[in-house]
């Protein structure tokens, strides 16, 4: 079976942030956060988990670390999107990076026959925000700042995002064929 999901980042407006992909459902959570991460433009630089409604909810599925005192109730490597996705409109929630909190709100659209060999994302919106620019609140002033030349913190972040002095950041931007050349 192929699953079709809409995965939209939550508390980002203005534009929102979303992908649809479609994968197959005999991918592991790990394999999906790769794709997730792939979709969205993230660097895969942090610690991620699922869960049904993000923090505190359960079962929690994610990497078990020797280190946590706490471990996930499933294993992302082992657990199959299969075994927990079972109705067309049930929803999950992904979370990427511990500091930041980037919440993903997860819904599964379609449970397709057959199976595709690899994933494709047929559709998005929005730019992913910067890797550690703040969570919510840092992406939404970044746009601020940018969005006003004279800004006073206007050359210091175009610098901290390496963009030249020509280029700007478009919080409204996807390409939709780079981000299958990167899942590829």
């Not at 005192?69 to 929630?93: A, G, H, I």
């Not at 939404?140 to 610098?159: I, W």
Request: proline content about 7%.
């Amino acid at each position: 079976m192929t699953f079709q999901f809409r995965i939209q980042l939550k508390n980002v407006s203005k534009p929102p942030v979303w992908r649809q992909v479609q994968v197959p459902g005999t991918f592991t959570f790990d394999q999906f956060h790769g794709v997730i991460q792939r979709c969205f433009g993230w660097e895969n630089f942090h610690l991620y988990q699922f869960s049904p409604q993000g923090f505190g909810s359960y079962p929690v599925i994610s990497i078990p670390s020797k280190e946590d005192w706490e471990q996930p109730e499933m294993n992302s490597m082992k657990t199959k999107l299969k075994e927990v996705f079972k109705l067309e409109k049930q929803t999950f929630n992904y979370i990427y990076d511990f500091g930041d909190d980037w919440s993903h709100k997860i819904t599964l659209e379609k449970i397709l026959p057959g199976e595709i060999e690899s994933p494709v994302c047929l559709a998005g919106k929005g730019a992913c925000p910067p890797e550690d620019c703040g969570g919510t609140w840092g992406y939404e002033n970044l746009k601020t700042v940018l969005a006003d030349p004279k800004h006073d913190e206007y050359q210091e972040m175009k610098e901290w995002l390496g963009l030249e002095e020509e280029e700007d950041w478009d919080a409204g931007e996807f390409d939709l064929e780079e981000v299958n050349e990167r899942l590829k």
